[in-house]
T-cell receptor, first 115, second 111 residues
Framework: KAGVTQTPRYLIKTRGQQVTLSCSPI?????VSWYQQTPGQGLQFLFE???????NKGNFPGRFSGRQFSNSRSEMNVSTLELGDSALYLC??????????????FGPGTRLTVL | GENVEQHPSTLSVQEGDSAVIKCTYS??????FPWYKQELGKRPQLIID?????GEKKDQRIAVTLNKTAKHFSLHITETQPEDSAVYFC??????????FGSGTRLSIRP
């Protein structure tokens, strides 16, 4: 079974631009969650999608948005990029979301650099 | 708001010794506590998890203990090996179904 994939792996943008990241979950997984990882803030939860619906959301500004398609692939969009958005963006997929019987499998991440 | 504190931030142990990483959580209704290992340049991987109705769980050299009254849980690695060197994250699933991660512990194993 193929693992979680994310594209692109690396991205360089300038302040004010917008960016779209993509995550393809493991086949059969319906839940996709997104995280921002930075050296200073660690791993922070952005949002979770399940069956095309946003089921949960972390404490990030409205510039961060996402969506999920019928094939469970998910995209994350960041508008009006700021320098502080530079981070590794990870997605994780699972059968049913967070919980003891739903192991989360992480993708390799997209390294976003904002100049 | 919901919070998970993790200590220490860095830990260096002699190969063969034990390592202990501790986390405390703020939401008393949290019911699931996974631990992730992230090697340099790689994605986080689940190494062990525990539910709120269990006090301890072991998997070979790794064990996790949970004290619900004190709202803390710990990761124990025995007989450490060089391949245990990594960053370890604890996490807690809050009553609002949000996963909150600790800030991470960088574990180094000295030969």
């Amino acid at each position: 079974k193929a693992g979680v994939t994310q594209t692109p792996r690396y991205l360089i943008k300038t302040r004010g631009q917008q960016v779209t990241l993509s995550c393809s979950p493991i086949s059969g997984h319906r839940s996709v969650s997104w995280y921002q990882q930075t050296p200073g803030q660690g791993l922070q939860f952005l949002f979770e999608y399940f069956s095309e619906t946003q089921r949960n959301k972390g404490n990030f500004p409205g510039r961060f948005s996402g969506r999920q398609f019928s094939n469970s692939r998910s995209e994350m969009n960041v508008s009006t990029l700021e320098l502080g958005d530079s981070a590794l963006y990870l997605c994780a997929s699972s059968l049913g979301g967070w919980g003891a019987y739903n192991e989360q499998f992480f993708g390799p991440g997209t390294r976003l650099t904002v100049l | 708001g919901e919070n998970v504190e993790q200590h220490p931030s860095t830990l260096s142990v002699q190969e063969g010794d034990s390592a202990v990483i501790k986390c405390t959580y703020s939401d008393s209704a949290s019911n699931y506590f996974p631990w992730y290992k992230q090697e340099l340049g790689k994605r986080p991987q689940l190494i062990i998890d525990i539910r709120s109705n269990v006090g301890e769980k072991k998997d070979q050299r790794i064990a996790v203990t949970l004290n619900k009254t004190a709202k803390h849980f710990s990761l124990h690695i025995t007989e450490t090996q060089p391949e245990d060197s990594a960053v370890y994250f604890c996490a807690a699933l809050s009553s609002a179904s949000k996963i909150i991660f600790g800030s991470g512990t960088r574990l180094s194993i000295r030969p």
